[in-house]
């Protein structure tokens, strides 16, 4: 029995050696070359504003402009897996912005609130200075 034991060992060793064989010249080949670098011919922020969904731009550039560093960071890890094939979905304001909170980074919006008035969508804001000004009167 623990010539079996000692010989599965062996194999599993074996195993996960290829897989981490394999794993590392995936990740040289993501990478190019300093001799075969490829002129890029998108840049990782372009590659995601293709993929963003509604208000997903709003919540970029909020987040471009809150916090440029780790943005970045996040934009480029983002282009990683979009290009992988990792995601393939529409990237949404909302999804967005629970990605950047997941991450620790609170990226503040801008918050409107429409309300109906005569048939037509006004700012609570003027709606509310609107009635202020009817009861000076």
Do not use: W
């Not at 064989?21 to 922020?45: H, L, V």
């Not at 402009?65 to 529409?90: H, V």
């Amino acid at each position: 029995m623990s010539e079996e034991d000692s010989e599965l060992e062996r194999l599993k060793a074996k195993r996960l050696a290829e897989m981490q064989k394999n794993i590392t010249s995936r990740q040289d080949s993501d990478k190019p070359s300093e001799q075969t670098k490829e002129t890029p011919t998108e840049n990782p922020r372009d590659l995601i504003v293709k993929s963003l969904g509604f208000r997903g731009l709003e919540v970029l550039e909020n987040a471009e402009a809150q916090f440029p560093n780790e943005t970045k960071m996040i934009i480029d890890k983002l282009a990683e897996l979009f290009k992988s094939g990792e995601i393939n979905e529409t990237l949404d304001g909302g999804k967005l912005l629970t990605l950047f909170r997941s991450v620790g980074l609170n990226i503040r919006m801008e918050t409107k609130i429409n309300v109906e008035q005569d048939g037509k969508f006004v700012s609570l804001t003027d709606k509310l200075s609107n009635q202020s000004s009817k009861d000076d009167e």
